[in-house]
């Protein structure tokens, strides 16, 4: 093995010279980006035999190769990329998030050399530079009060060599540059140009202030001129002591800065070159270069002389340009201008619509290395049989993709006004259907071109609502349609070769609809319906017996009591019985038997920062492909996969960070081998590289049997709580024995099915009772299929098992949950009456009788017939063995709960701690006995 540094020992060739198999340590490697962060630049790194630049694409850095069509993906921040920069010998590059932090990246090999963590604590930061030797790196912050750092990055320096914090009256500074020597930089706003000297561990600054129109300057923070437009960029002239700052106005502003910090207002010039707004300037060479809104860039010499121009590259205004650092990197012999030999480089510039381009300075060529529109993208869908990608965005564009070649095979444009909001083909892939924010479907065929029984130009519209969710039957015959009026819309074809006709349309929901899936009915071919919304309802539909406008119910089913269901699959036959997926709010997942629609098993799923939006069965191409079967899903802003059958153990699953702003769409190639997401706003998607092998490793690191179930528990196998609930498991069982007997007791290793609730409440989950005959029928029925016979009891490892999966997920959070609680009972009061409090528990939601309201809390506050607020304290009770305990409520009960009940006197009854320092003086909490 050797020794040296992969990083020192990295040349130019070595990033794409490696192997690139997919990563196999990692269930999801991020294997292809489609798309860019319009907002940030696209830098050239190298220009002769290979052609590869670098841009951000949300929260990764993209390498792309466009001679070998490869990317090499930087990964290692957790938000989406707001700059980075390259050295002025591409073999740094930095990148940098509002966390704020800066990775500092090894071009040559891929590997990051440097963290800088928290640079600008406050509000992060909105750009960053090299020095020209590379060994320094400015960051300059965001916010109200921003601040310029100069870092010693190559020192592992915790610290920045030097801050200044920046004027907020110089306008916010978006710009910043290093000049050559590294003593001097430049910062610019859209009113003001900021000088900074660097000397000795010490930063100063002196603004160049621009007012449009001139006048007099009566103070000393700088030099004025009048100017047309705002200003755009700044930079160092390329051999003499002068600012160059170009406007909106087709101007470029001169400042003659040889004396530093002491220039004045008389030695600043306007010099005005077009008409067209300068979009974006810089330095290199011997030139200023700029662009412009009529997409054109032009090379200006001394005296700002026209010397060569590329006017035909795009129609979009441009943003950024990026210069070749080889030396060999473009020769244009022949000016049009001026009769001499120019030395121009190469160079890609970016434009503010999809295109970037890459010029060879000599040939006049230009090519395009990337076509992505800078739109959202909210759809996408993998074929069924395939390796084709589709996705939509919000401009209306409908990009056909070759996921094995990852180029683009056909596109398709709809409106200037449609946004693309969902996509899905039918199980054989020969229809595509596209849904639109205008409420109109499209089907198309699998070359995007219109289907011949559909209407190319109006295709079936049926609503005002944007489309939301659309789903094929397996047969291809009907097709069904949610949109955000809450309804839901089925089409039929009587055959292939006829026309689509309305089967009818039904409001079935008050809430959004989530899912959407079609399946089969038991024993038959003909397609069932079925659709999930946030009301917690799943409805099926009469398929049969639909005809006309409206669509017939055939039932409606409320599958959650508190917990608002996100989405909606079909489970894989790991059973006899057949169920259905469901996620939810509160990080579980729900069994539902799909005959019956009763829930059946209610299951811990991941916990990653948010619950699951998003699950999807990956398919599976070949019966004998694994022993398992896997699911990939999608939180707020994570990509997981996990191992089927979901029991709760939290080690079979693993996430990746994909988009920080959100996933907006999920979708599983054909094969299993991949799944794609949509980030939406961040205008990308991700392919991933599935390893199911990477995820059973883990999965076997996390132990076997109960090892990981323990580790859900405080203190583990051999903490305090598990000791408790031992002794409550034999607790339980003396109080179903009865504890006054004399009979010889016989100690098992089981407690009955009716003790389950009382043991879960001992072991401190207080469920409903909507959620205790929903645990009993999970443990009742767990056998009944294989076996024929109901379980009756359950041992303590079931009992852990049932007891990590139906308590909260999160703990700590009940004093929120007791507030929205409260505020539903009192609406806008402060208060509520007892009387008031009392009845709502007797007659809402699972109502409780009179004498189980008295005893509830007799015994929250600690009331029992011997110390009564009716009774002394200091009475001894007659306790005997003989005596049956008398059970009924006490009558003081009801006095003891004050006439007005706020926020804070309920948590304490309940014995919440709250927001309050002091606790309530209202409640009447007796003395304890003497």
Not at 807 to 825: C, S
């Amino acid at each position: 093995m050797s020794g040296q540094s992969e990083v020192y020992s990295a040349t130019r060739d070595t990033l794409f010279s490696k192997n690139n198999t997919p990563d196999t340590t990692h269930a999801l490697t991020l294997e292809w980006v489609y798309g860019r962060t319009p907002c940030l630049p696209v830098l050239t790194l190298q220009d002769l035999d290979q052609q590869v630049v670098l841009y951000a694409a949300a929260n990764v850095g993209v390498i792309y190769n466009h001679t070998s069509n490869s990317q090499h993906i930087l990964q290692g921040h957790s938000r989406n990329l707001c700059a980075l920069c390259v050295s002025q010998d591409k073999r740094w590059i930095a990148t940098a998030d509002p966390s704020p932090m800066v990775l500092v990246w090894d071009s040559y090999s891929g590997i990051p050399v440097c963290t800088l963590c928290d640079c600008h604590p406050k509000d992060g930061l909105t750009d960053l530079a090299f020095s020209q030797d590379a060994k320094l790196l400015v960051t300059l912050g965001t916010g109200q009060m921003q601040h310029v750092c100069i870092w010693d990055w190559t020192n592992d320096a915790e610290r920045p060599v030097c801050c200044l914090d920046l004027n907020p009256s110089h306008g916010f500074q978006k710009h910043i540059v290093f000049n050559s020597s590294g003593s001097e930089l430049l910062s610019c706003s859209c009113s003001h140009v900021l000088l900074y000297s660097l000397e000795q561990k010490s930063l100063s600054c002196f603004a160049l202030r621009l007012r449009k129109g001139g006048g007099q300057d009566t103070g000393r923070s700088g030099s004025m001129c009048a100017a047309d437009g705002a200003l755009v960029q700044t930079g160092f002239h390329w051999s003499e002591a002068q600012v160059l700052t170009a406007t909106t106005g087709g101007s470029v502003v001169v400042w003659d800065v040889s004396e530093g910090a002491t220039a004045q207002k008389d030695k600043v010039s306007v010099c005005h070159l077009q008409e067209a707004p300068f979009t974006v300037m810089t330095v290199t060479d011997s030139y200023l270069v700029t662009g412009d809104t009529e997409g054109t860039v032009k090379f200006y010499g001394r005296q700002f002389l026209l010397l060569a121009f590329f006017p035909d590259m795009n129609l979009d205004p441009v943003s950024f340009i990026s210069f070749s650092s080889e030396a060999s990197a473009g020769l244009l012999q022949d000016c049009p201008i001026r009769k001499e030999e120019l030395f121009i480089r190469n160079f890609v510039a970016s434009c503010s619509g999809p295109q970037v381009v890459h010029v060879n300075a000599e040939t006049d060529e230009v090519r395009t290395l990337l076509d992505e529109e800078p739109e959202p993208i909210h759809a996408l869908c993998c074929h069924p049989s395939r390796p084709l990608l589709v996705t939509g965005n919000n401009g209306g564009l409908l990009k056909l993709r070759d996921a094995a070649s990852k180029r683009t095979v056909s596109r398709r444009r709809f409106g200037a006004q449609e946004q693309i909001t969902c996509v899905t083909y039918d199980p054989q892939g020969v229809l595509l259907a596209v849904g639109l924010s205008s409420g109109c479907v499209h089907l198309l065929d699998s070359s995007l071109h219109s289907d011949p029984h559909s209407d190319p130009q109006d295709g079936l519209r049926f609503s005002r609502h944007s489309i939301a969710l659309l789903s094929f039957s397996s047969d291809a015959l009907h097709l069904a349609a949610a949109d955000d009026g809450f309804a839901v819309t089925v089409f039929r074809r009587v055959s292939e070769s006829a026309a689509w006709e309305s089967l009818g349309r039904h409001r079935s929901h008050f809430a959004p609809v989530r899912s959407l899936l079609f399946g089969l009915q038991l024993d038959s071919t003909q397609p069932r319906l079925l659709s999930l919304g946030q009301d917690r309802r799943l409805v099926e539909y009469d398929l049969e017996c639909s005809s006309g406008p409206r669509l017939s119910l055939l039932s409606t089913e409320r599958v959650e009591q508190r917990a608002v269901p996100l989405s909606m699959s079909w489970y894989p036959p790991l059973s006899t019985e057949q169920f259905i997926l469901l996620s939810t709010d509160q990080y579980k997942l729900r069994l539902i038997n799909s005959t019956t629609l009763m829930s059946r098993k209610l299951i811990l799923g991941p916990t990653y920062g948010s619950p699951l939006q998003r699950v999807q069965v990956l398919p599976k191409t070949k019966p004998e492909q694994s022993l398992s079967y896997y699911m990939a899903f999608t939180t707020r802003d994570m990509v997981g996969l996990q191992i089927l059958p979901a029991d709760g153990n939290p080690f079979r699953s693993q996430v990746q960070i994909a988009h920080p702003s959100g996933v907006s769409s999920l979708s599983a190639a054909f094969d299993g081998r991949h799944v794609v997401t949509a980030g939406g706003a961040d205008c990308s998607a991700m392919s991933w590289s599935v390893s199911t092998q990477a995820l059973e490793a883990a999965a076997a690191l996390g132990g076997t049997h109960m090892q990981p179930f323990y580790t859900l528990l405080d203190g583990g196998r051999h903490g305090h709580f598990f000791r408790e609930m031992e002794d409550f498991f034999f607790y339980i069982q003396l109080r179903h024995q009865g504890t006054w007997t004399e009979q010889s007791r016989q100690i098992c290793a089981c407690i009955p099915l009716s003790e389950v609730s009382t043991m879960m409440r001992a072991a401190g989950h207080f469920p409903t009772e909507q959620e205790i005959e929903d645990m009993l029928n999970e443990v009742k029925f767990s056998r009944y299929a294989d076996t024929g016979r109901y379980v009756t009891e359950l041992d303590l490892e079931d009992f852990i098992k049932l007891f990590v999966n139906h308590r909260p997920a999160l703990r700590g959070t009940t004093e929120e949950e007791l507030e929205q609680a409260f505020r539903l009972l009192r609406g806008e009061r402060a208060t509520m009456e007892r009387e008031e409090l009392l009845q709502l528990l007797q007659s809402q939601g699972e109502t409780m009788t009179e004498d189980e309201v008295l005893q509830s809390f007799s015994s929250l506050l600690e009331l029992s017939e011997d110390h009564s607020p009716d009774r002394s304290p200091d009475r001894t009770p007659d306790r005997t063995p003989d005596r049956t305990p008398d059970l009924s409520p006490p009558t003081g009960s009801k006095s003891a709960v004050p006439a007005e009940v706020s926020l804070e006197t309920l948590a304490q009854i309940l014995g919440f701690s709250t927001a309050s320092d002091s606790p309530p003086k209202d409640v009447k909490k007796p003395l304890p006995p003497h």
